[in-house]
Nanobody
Framework: QVQLVESGGGLVQAGDSLRLSCAGS????????MGWFRQAPGKEREIVVA????????YYADSVKGRFTVSRDNAKNTVYLHMNSLKPEDTAVYYC????????????????WGKGTLVTVSS
């Protein structure tokens, strides 16, 4: 089982950029597909991006395409979420997640979660 710790959240203004990081524990980090989810107040948690074990496949929610970029550095056991042109509607708690296979993010597959980091975008 992998343990995940997010960092990089904060308060920014609309149009600003922010980079979130998620550090994973253990030697098997490279075997996990990784994803970022977010949950805004009063809303359900939704998937934002996903990246396969070797970065061959990526997924972006329509709401972030062209603004967000996911990347990973398996040597550092870290996955990143680069967020540009932030909007107030991007305000949410962002969660890092790991899954033993990529398609688990789009089904009921088991996921491991971090505790989340808050991103607040002011208008």
């Amino acid at each position: 089982q992998v343990q995940l710790v997010e960092s990089g959240g904060g308060l920014v203004q609309a149009g600003d950029s922010l980079r979130l990081s998620c550090a994973g524990s253990g030697r098997t980090f490279s075997r996990y597909a990784m994803g970022w989810f977010r949950q805004a107040p009063g809303k359900e948690r939704e998937i934002v991006v996903a990246i396969s074990e070797r970065s061959v496949r990526t997924y972006y929610a329509d709401s972030v395409k062209g603004r967000f970029t996911v990347s990973r550095d398996n040597a550092k056991n870290t996955v990143y979420l680069h967020m540009n042109s932030l909007k107030p509607e991007d305000t949410a708690v962002y969660y890092c997640a790991a899954a033993s296979y990529y398609d688990a993010f789009f089904s009921d597959g088991e996921r491991y979660w971090g505790k989340g980091t808050l991103v607040t975008v002011s208008s």
